[in-house]
């Protein structure tokens, strides 16, 4: 296969496919993942199939235990990907929504109208249910999507890929609205992330390596997060039960995710209370714990932390804490080390909380609740694409207006400018 001029060619059409999404009636695109939802459903057969020559490739092939689980379609999640279907079905249909249209002195109205992007590339690892996740947000959002899987779910994402034909073409919308690639040459990626004549936003999801090489290479914008270094602050002034409950949720709720919290920091005035009963609940759970001078000095089973732990991304059972003097060095502490994803102040007193949420420049920042919420899920956003922690249009969870920009629009009567 020319890898260059296959791309070309799914590059050429998503970009046409574009202009009829973007003039879809609600009704159709609903239309289309409602179709969509009943063609799994009686694929479930070919799907399961398909997934097992993949799942049997991988363990051939060494994959790692983890990444099997992530690959594995079972009928629960097959049960999943149509709910999620139907859920974004039901969702707000943000495209042609008006705002802020205003009188000006001249008579004509100006205002502002949700558009979708255009052409999303979205590169994934691993998980076949990110191939209907990523289409059906696209779709709704009247944009048309170019899909890049891990090679390792080659055959899952072509089985899907075929459902999401059938779910396009019963709504009358052109099937090459959602293109799945059919090859695993990773040389597709870089073409993908090079063709700003073809493609208008690259959505990256999976680990660091992949999402720096991207961000690196791309010549299209790319909507992403490198690391979730996360952050909460107990205060103080906080209430000692919500500050447990909160920094142990935080924490333990999973391990792997992005919005986990990876370093507690704790107000010098309360940290002798409170630190050795967070201690008792992060052993129950088998955290370990790195701890600044401060903190060994009240915990001494915790090891002591480098500078390096400061801005770690564990992604493990793992805990960094530093007492600080107060608010102040608290968010000159979060500034320095965040990677901008999502920060927690706990605290009852209501301008210490407001000024958190002011000074910390982070895409999520919260008062009174863990970090595990910053999600497209919990947000009401129904579902999301990912994370944002740039400072583009889209910042924080990413759901159907993240995927879509403004233009300005202009109501007049004949006016002319004099």
Sequence with gaps: MDVKQYMADVGRKARQASRAMAAAETGVKNQALIATAAAIESSRAALMAANKKDMDNGAANGLEASLLDRLELTDARIDTMIEGLHQVASLTD???????????????????????????????????????????????????????????????????????????????????????????????????????????????????????????????????????????????QADADKAYDIAINSKTHRYGTCNTMETLLVAEAVAADILPRLAEGYGKAGVELRGCAQTCAILPAAIAATEEDWSTEYLAPILSIKVVAGLDQAIEHINQYSSQHTDTIVSENY?????????????????????????????????????????????????????????YVVLGDGQVRR
Excluded at 131 to 151: D, F, M, P, Q, W
Excluded at 351 to 372: K, L, P, Q
């Design 94 to 236: 943000p495209v042609g929504e008006i705002s802020d249209l205003s009188y000006r002195p001249s008579g004509i109205q100006v205002g502002s109208m949700r558009v979708p992007l255009g052409v999303i590339g979205i590169i994934y690892e691993s998980r076949p249910n990110v191939t209907v996740e990523a289409a059906s947000l696209c779709l709704k959002s009247g944009n048309a999507t170019i899909l890049r899987g891990g090679s390792e779910a080659i055959h899952s994402n072509q089985a899907i890929a075929t459902c999401i034909e059938q779910g396009l073409k019963a709504a009358s919308l052109p099937a090459e609205a959602v293109q799945v690639i059919e090859t695993t040459d990773r040389a597709a990626v870089g073409e993908l992330i090079t063709m700003p004549e073809f493609v208008d936003v690259v959505v990256p999801r999976g680990g660091k390596g992949l999402i720096e090489r991207i961000s690196k290479d791309a010549t299209v914008t790319v909507i992403k997060h490198l690391d979730g270094i996360c952050h909460v602050y107990i205060d103080d």
């Design 351 to 407: 301008s210490r909380g407001r000024r958190f949420i002011r000074e910390v420049d982070s895409s999520s920042v919260m008062i009174n609740a863990s970090t595990r919420f910053a999600d497209g899920f919990e947000y009401g956003l129904g579902a999301e694409i990912g994370i944002s922690t740039d400072k583009i249009h889209a910042r924080g969870p990413v759901g159907l207006e993240g995927l879509t920009s403004q233009k």
